[in-house]
């Protein structure tokens, strides 16, 4: 099937087209009228669905909107404030008439003659919503909304000097890769230290998120925080058993392969011990990559990239450039990270990141693009809620476009044994990802089944679990100060808490989908496309196996994966 990227807003037949939010009286009365509109028929229903489908969709582009623009610009008081006031004076007063409106949906008896099929997804995360509610969890969300924000904000104003110039740390990180042993060491020490001046505002933050989170699950009747996240965010097809045998697996299949990896690294550089300021640079002589100039310079290599495996691709990034959809380059006030925000009205969505010209940015760009391919994909679907796709699909987007466009990456690299060694980069970034996510995904574990912890048992906690993942073949001796709040650096923790495994159990899924597309790519570009553009229409094991996939992260799927991973790279050798 042809897709196309010219992406039409969708047009409003329940609220005027000049309407903007401003403020709660002018927004209540669409919501009282939803929950007063009588339901008397099938038609009645499925209209009434659809207004509240529009009705969302202008809410959620509005404060996303409100996120995009504090998030490149965290020193904006006025956008701050703007976002704030939506979390604090808006939102909680749609919560109620949400759970009003759900049970308003499940209550009629109309309901039972939907399509059972088409709306199981959607009527699933209905019952949920309504088991989660509870009226006194609205102000402490509203304040989570708020709180968990300032952790941009103090992330956002982290620089250091170097050579006489002042980087933030994702600019920095390119000293890494300098040839230069002792430059990588202090810069390696200057981004250290540099987050240690913040350690402890950071751990309070974090003390109040937990506190706060554990009140929430509490509320509702759960035993702790994980429990009720897991309720929360729909994880019908996976418990926190797997999640541990994931860990597991981690340990016993994957981090070996991370060894073997980083020994024949030191080997290549020449150096033994390899410490961790040695795991991003090359051998003397031989120049880091520098696969782009700038960020224009990234989107239209991403551009022309994406073209060559469908022009569908390549088409979506367009538009959003067209729109000015695309915020790329790392500057000083800027929230670190990168991500992908759909807009459900408009249709293309915004990406936002921190582009430095390194390697890794390379991934970021493809990774959030196929992000906004799904965004594009999905948009079509008759309610908003039927794009409220599972995470784990989500990133199965994401990654597996890194896996795919890997064939096209002479766009960014001219010369062949460049090319070769992006591509050695991406796979063993493939496979040294893994026991991160098993470290970050099990300290939140241990930290919400144990919600009154100090910050001391935190920091010896989250030590024992960083050392059981960590590579045998770097030398972190003298660093545990630095460790010991590696942490830190993870903005899910603070920000989407629990939002970490996905990328494990996606990873996977990603490899899956490269296999098929090593065997016939047009198949795979198909599989591809047709499950992405379900959205949440279907289970998660039903989208998986739309995109030929089977939903299986065990630990046999997990060796049989990673030793395709590592034949591959063995070819690259």
């Not at 998030?71 to 007063?93: G, R, S």
């Not at 949400?98 to 039972?112: A, E, F, I, S, W």
């Not at 309070?204 to 509702?220: P, T, W």
């Not at 679990?465 to 603070?494: C, M, N, T, V």
Request: charged share 25%; net charge negative.
């Amino acid at each position: 099937m042809k897709y196309s990227a010219d992406i039409k807003k969708i047009e409003r037949h329940f609220l005027p087209e000049d309407f903007h939010i401003t403020d709660w009286a002018t927004l209540e009365p669409f919501f009282k009228e939803l929950s007063e509109r009588p339901l008397d028929s099938p038609k009645a229903l499925e209209k009434w669905m659809k207004d509240i489908s529009e009705l969302e969709a202008i809410v959620s582009e509005d404060a996303c909107w409100r996120q995009v623009r504090m998030t490149c610009d965290t020193e904006n008081k006025t956008l701050e404030e703007a976002f704030n006031y939506f979390y604090m004076e808006i939102q909680p007063k749609i919560q109620p008439y949400g759970d009003l409106l759900n049970r308003k949906l499940v209550n009629c008896p109309y309901t039972n003659e939907l399509d059972q099929k088409k709306y199981f997804t959607y009527l699933r995360t209905v019952k949920k919503s309504i088991e989660l509610f509870r009226e006194e969890n609205i102000p402490i969300q509203a304040e989570l909304s708020v709180l968990q924000q300032h952790y941009g904000s103090i992330a956002g104003k982290m620089t250091i000097e170097q050579d006489g110039k002042e980087y933030t740390l994702q600019q920095a990180a390119k000293f890494l890769e300098n040839p230069d042993r002792n430059i990588r060491e202090q810069v390696y020490r200057k981004i250290n230290e540099r987050r240690l001046q913040d350690k402890q505002p950071l751990h309070d933050l974090f003390g109040q998120l937990v506190q706060k989170r554990h009140q929430l699950a509490l509320n509702a009747g759960f035993a702790n925080y994980r429990d009720y996240k897991f309720a929360e965010m729909g994880r019908f097809d996976y418990t926190p058993a797997d999640c541990f045998q994931f860990h597991k697996s981690v340990a016993e299949h994957v981090v070996p392969l991370v060894n073997e990896i980083y020994t024949t690294h030191g080997k290549k550089l020449g150096i033994s011990p390899l410490r961790p300021w040695d795991t991003e640079a090359e051998p003397a002589g031989i120049e880091p990559l520098r696969p782009f100039k700038d960020g224009d310079d990234l989107l239209q290599k991403t551009i022309a990239c994406f073209n060559k495996l469908d022009p569908f691709f390549g088409d979506c990034l367009v538009k959003m450039n067209e729109l000015k959809h695309l915020d790329l380059d790392s500057r000083k006030g800027k929230a670190p990270g990168g991500y992908n925000m759909p807009l459900s009205e408009s249709g293309a969505p915004f990406i936002f990141m921190n582009a430095a010209g390194q390697m890794s940015d390379v991934t970021t760009m493809v990774h959030e693009g196929g992000h906004a391919v799904h965004s594009f994909l999905s948009h079509a679907l008759e309610l908003s809620a039927f794009k409220e796709y599972p995470t784990e699909m989500a990133e199965v987007a994401s990654m597996a476009m890194e896996l795919f466009s890997m064939d096209h990456w002479e766009m960014f690299f001219d010369n062949a044994e460049d090319l070769k060694r992006a591509k050695r980069h991406q796979l063993e970034r493939v496979i040294t990802i893994f026991p991160w996510i098993a470290t970050i995904d099990s300290f939140q574990h241990w930290v919400y089944e144990n919600p009154d912890h100090t910050k001391e048992e935190r920091t010896a906690e989250w030590s024992r679990i960083l050392k059981a993942y960590s590579s045998s073949s770097i030398d972190f001796s003298g660093l545990d100060e630095f460790r010991e709040i590696s942490w830190q650096r993870q903005l899910h923790l603070f920000e989407v808490p629990f939002y970490y495994i996905e990328y494990g159990i996606a990873q996977l899924g990603a490899i899956g989908m490269w296999k098929q597309y090593k065997e016939n790519p047009t198949a795979a570009i198909e599989n591809y496309t047709n499950a992405l553009s379900k959205g949440g229409t279907l289970t998660l094991p039903e989208l998986y196996k739309t995109a030929g996939l089977s939903f299986d992260f065990s630990s046999g799927k997990i060796k049989e994966l990673m030793d395709l991973v590592r034949s591959e790279l063995q070819k690259l050798s």
